[in-house]
């Protein structure tokens, strides 16, 4: 396992619906247990705890030296390109010691298209 330092956030937009919140919730356990990592959490935008902030700050609390967000976003849009950009750069300065950074949204992986031309071919 890799060090516990080293936290990975699963961001998602949030929701009003408490089963929606659950499941993002759940997928970050199920890809903890799978990608052996020490530490990926859920953290929600808007509607949903823990918030991003308070998601970063739960990660230094838990000794995070680095911290990197997975947007699980299929397009870009303005909370990829300037709300969570926003959020970070203050955490950042909060936790100058920590590595904050975000990664490229889940839509824009190539393998994505290759699911998505699989799951259609035979409909």
């Given amino acids: 396992m890799k060090n516990s330092s ?3 956030l699963l961001v998602s937009h949030g929701s009003r619906l408490k089963t929606a919140n659950d ?3 759940d997928l970050a356990q199920l ?3 799978k990608l052996n990592k ?7 935008l808007d509607l949903a705890s823990p918030s991003i902030p ?14 990197k967000l997975f947007l699980y976003f299929l397009v870009e849009g303005r909370h990829s390109q300037e709300d969570i950009p926003k959020i970070v750069a203050l955490k950042q300065k909060q936790y100058p010691s920590v590595k904050i950074e975000i990664s490229p949204i889940f839509g824009s992986h190539p393998d994505l298209m290759k699911t998505l031309v699989e799951m259609l071919k035979d409909n």
Avoid: N, R, T
């Avoid at 020490?38 to 929600?44: C, G, R, S, V």
């Avoid at 308070?54 to 911290?67: F, H, K, M, P, Y």
């Fill in 6 to 8: 080293q936290w990975i």
């Fill in 23 to 25: 499941a993002m919730v």
């Fill in 31 to 33: 890809l903890q247990q």
């Fill in 38 to 44: 020490p530490k990926i959490i859920a953290a929600f």
């Fill in 54 to 67: 308070e998601a970063i700050d739960q990660a230094v609390a838990g000794q995070a030296l680095s911290i």
